[in-house]
């Protein structure tokens, strides 16, 4: 078996995801690469073509990227249906067929944070294209999801594709709750805006998990803050591997040994 595999976005030279499927791929003996390649708007299209024809057996997208692909595949898998994004495109008989692994992956990786969580209500800050799958990974799962964001009209079209999501402001969204995600670019490495004040983690019950989706930097000021607060946290990392893993089976079409494979993904993080 031979992969030929790629990640498109722009930018995308700063992507760990080769890193993660190059050692995937290595330690189940699958010849084959993972690469990136970076595509501008505009050229998404005609890269949709390429790999109808051949040139790649399947590839992950980024930004700017994920709305525009779900409208070019040409078939989706439920989860990318519903969350109306695409991150993970798998190249079958000559046809593109979409799925996104952003919500699985969430949810594999709050698994062990969140095992005695009493009640489960989430807080998640954004409605972008993260924000969509993991507040219907979540919802899906049974939690009550609360959507903050800075654009209401956003936050309230995120809250109508569940009965378990709701739009509130960022102060009635935190108490009881088990779980805080940002799920926004505040705070992340080369994006200039961040939290201006961090006071409200205060009203976030002592037991509570706070994750950051963004991994670079590690330790996001929002997580220095939780910590120092006595929060468990934790950052975008988990969430990345957990994706990976599940996009290499969809690219592959074959189930994998998940925990093996994110211990071969620790390695590379560490
Ligand atoms: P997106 O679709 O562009 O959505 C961004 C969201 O953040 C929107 O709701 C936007 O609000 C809000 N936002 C942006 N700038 C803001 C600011 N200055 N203040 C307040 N809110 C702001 O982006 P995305 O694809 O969802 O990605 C969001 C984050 O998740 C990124 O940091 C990305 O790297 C990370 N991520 C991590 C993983 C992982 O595996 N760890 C996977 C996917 C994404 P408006 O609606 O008002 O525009």
Same mark, same amino acid.
């Given at each position: 078996?031979? &992969?030929?595999? @790629?990640?498109?976005?722009?930018?995308?030279?700063?992507?760990?995801?080769?890193?993660?499927?190059?050692?995937?791929?290595?330690?189940?003996?699958?010849?084959?690469?993972?690469?990136? @390649?970076?595509?501008?708007?505009?050229?998404?299209?005609?890269?949709?073509?390429?790999?109808?024809?051949?040139?790649?057996?399947?590839?992950?997208?980024?930004?700017?990227?994920?709305?525009?692909?779900?409208?070019?595949?040409?078939?989706?898998?439920?989860?990318?249906?519903?969350?109306?994004?695409?991150?993970?495109?798998?190249?079958?008989?000559?046809?593109?067929?979409?799925?996104?692994?952003?919500?699985?992956?969430?949810?594999?990786?709050?698994?062990?944070?969140?095992?005695?969580?009493?009640?489960?209500?989430?807080? #998640?800050?954004?409605?972008?294209?993260?924000?969509?799958?993991?507040?219907?990974?979540?919802?899906?799962?049974?939690?009550?999801?609360?959507? #903050?964001?800075?654009?209401?009209?956003?936050?309230?079209?995120?809250?109508?594709?569940?009965?378990?999501?709701?739009?509130?402001?960022?102060?009635?969204?935190? @108490?009881? @709750?088990?779980?805080?995600?940002?799920?926004?670019?505040?705070?992340?490495?080369?994006?200039?805006?961040?939290?201006?004040?961090?006071?409200?983690?205060?009203?976030?019950?002592?037991?509570?998990?706070?994750?950051?989706?963004?991994?670079?930097?590690?330790?996001? &000021?929002?997580?220095?803050?939780?910590?120092?607060?006595?929060?468990?946290?934790?950052?975008?990392?988990?969430?990345?591997?957990?994706?990976?893993?599940?996009?290499?089976?969809?690219?592959?079409?074959?189930?994998?040994?998940?925990?093996?494979?994110?211990?071969?993904?620790?390695?590379?993080?560490?």
């Amino acid at each position: 078996m031979s &992969a030929r595999l @790629c990640l498109i976005g722009d930018p995308v030279t700063h992507s760990l995801s080769p890193q993660l499927h190059n050692a995937m791929l290595r330690a189940l003996e699958i010849e084959g690469a993972y690469e990136v @390649c970076r595509v501008r708007e505009g050229e998404l299209a005609v890269f949709f073509d390429a790999a109808r024809a051949g040139a790649y057996c399947g590839f992950n997208v980024t930004m700017p990227h994920k709305k525009a692909a779900f409208d070019l595949a040409d078939a989706l898998t439920d989860a990318a249906r519903r969350v109306g994004a695409v991150n993970t495109v798998r190249i079958e008989k000559g046809r593109t067929i979409g799925h996104n692994t952003d919500g699985a992956g969430f949810l594999h990786a709050i698994k062990p944070h969140t095992v005695n969580a009493k009640d489960k209500i989430a807080a #998640v800050l954004g409605a972008g294209g993260a924000a969509r799958s993991v507040a219907l990974a979540l919802a899906d799962a049974g939690w009550q999801v609360r959507v #903050v964001n800075r654009t209401p009209s956003h936050a309230q079209a995120l809250a109508e594709l569940a009965p378990n999501i709701c739009a509130v402001e960022l102060a009635e969204a935190l @108490c009881d @709750c088990a779980l805080f995600v940002n799920a926004t670019p505040l705070g992340m490495e080369g994006e200039k805006a961040d939290f201006e004040d961090l006071a409200f983690l205060r009203a976030l019950p002592k037991s509570a998990l706070v994750c950051d989706l963004v991994y670079r930097p590690a330790e996001t &000021a929002l997580l220095r803050a939780a910590r120092e607060q006595g929060l468990d946290t934790m950052n975008g990392f988990p969430m990345l591997c957990h994706q990976a893993v599940d996009a290499l089976a969809f690219f592959l079409g074959k189930p994998l040994d998940h925990d093996r494979m994110m211990a071969v993904l620790k390695d590379v993080i560490t």
